[in-house]
């Protein structure tokens, strides 16, 4: 069975930086072709694509978001660990992480993790 | 790069087949043939419905169908249920090496 997971804090304040961890289960990020990522969901808003690792280390980014976002993997310990920094209020969001399979889509996803930023 | 846009809303009665939109660029839908849709439920998380335009993972019912023209991609819901009734989010892999989603459609059934 594929799970993924995501943790992190639930309340940062403004101008902090947000460290988030997906710790999944059922596949291996060193299998060729394969990929974890993040995305978010404003409340009442539509998801947005963040950023994804692949098994080959690359990573690519949301062009918006680029110069504040940090992904890495750990595959011994089977996490993906997404850093976005200097958090505003917009940034409230619920912030899911999906298994990329090897087709271009995100076939699994995690439960989500709700993130308030706010003083 | 922006979101791919899709109708806000789009409603069909029980039985009844109804298509949502989204329309993209070359740059995106229009380049690629690495579309896919999900379907969220209120409170869940995303559930992938169509990958690769047309194709559905195993356990999705064959009621779903994707089809692409151009720029534009459809997510076809036929024979329509009220278990189908949640909002639908398409996205597409870019030039850019990274992906985008689309603005999202809620689905009701009537």
């Known amino acids: 069975q594929i799970t993924l997971k995501e943790s992190g804090p639930t309340l940062v304040k403004p101008t902090q930086t947000l460290t988030l961890t997906c710790t999944f289960s059922g596949f291996s990020l060193t299998t060729s072709g394969v990929g974890v990522g993040w995305i978010r969901q404003p409340p009442g808003k539509a998801l947005e694509w963040l950023a994804v690792?692949?098994?080959?280390?690359?990573?690519r980014y949301s062009p918006s978001l680029k110069s504040r976002l940090t992904i890495t993997k750990d595959t011994s310990k089977n996490q993906v660990v997404l850093t976005m920094t200097n958090m505003d209020p917009v940034d409230t969001a619920t912030y899911y992480c999906?298994?990329?399979?090897?087709?271009?889509?995100?076939?699994?996803w995690g439960q989500g993790t709700m993130v308030t930023v706010s003083s | 790069q922006s979101a791919l846009t899709q109708p806000a809303s789009v409603s069909g009665s029980p039985g009844q087949s109804i298509t949502i939109s989204c329309t993209g660029t070359?740059?995106?839908?229009?380049?690629?043939?690495?579309v896919s849709w999900y379907q969220q439920h209120p409170g869940k998380a995303p559930k992938l419905m169509i990958y690769d335009v047309s194709n559905r993972p195993s356990g999705v019912s064959n009621r779903f169908s994707g089809s692409k023209s151009g720029n534009t991609a459809s997510l076809t819901i036929s024979g329509l249920q009220a278990e189908d009734e949640a909002d639908y989010y398409c996205s597409s892999y870019t030039s850019g090496s990274t992906y985008v989603f689309g603005t999202g459609t809620k689905v009701t059934v009537l």
């Open positions: 999906a298994r990329r399979m090897v087709t271009d889509a995100f076939d699994i």
């Open positions: 070359s740059s995106d839908v229009g380049g690629y043939n690495y």
């Open positions: 690792i692949y098994w080959d280390d690359d990573e």
